[in-house]
């Protein structure tokens, strides 16, 4: 999950993806995950930000090598929420 978060730009880092799934922000189909938990295409990952919460869903399977321009190509948005 950590990696998956990376790869798609999510997060900065991995190091802040697995944080994030440490804490309780990062919900996999409604589940709130751990950092190695697998995710594929059809998937909905939810992220909560301290500010915002977005919602994906993952349209192709996650490679080795994502470029920085395919990232956003592999989900669409469904949810993206600013709180204040």
């Known amino acids: ?39 594929g295409a059809g998937d909905r990952i939810q992220l909560d930000y301290a500010r915002r919460t977005i919602e994906v869903e993952l349209l192709a399977d996650i490679g080795k090598n994502v470029s920085r321009a395919d990232a956003k190509s592999l989900y669409r948005v469904l949810r993206d929420e600013v709180t204040t």
């Open 1 to 39: 999950m950590d990696l998956a978060l990376k790869r798609l730009l999510l997060v900065k880092s991995r190091t802040e993806g697995k944080e994030a799934c440490d804490v309780g922000a990062v919900a996999v189909n409604g589940k709130r995950v751990k950092a190695s938990a697998e995710v």
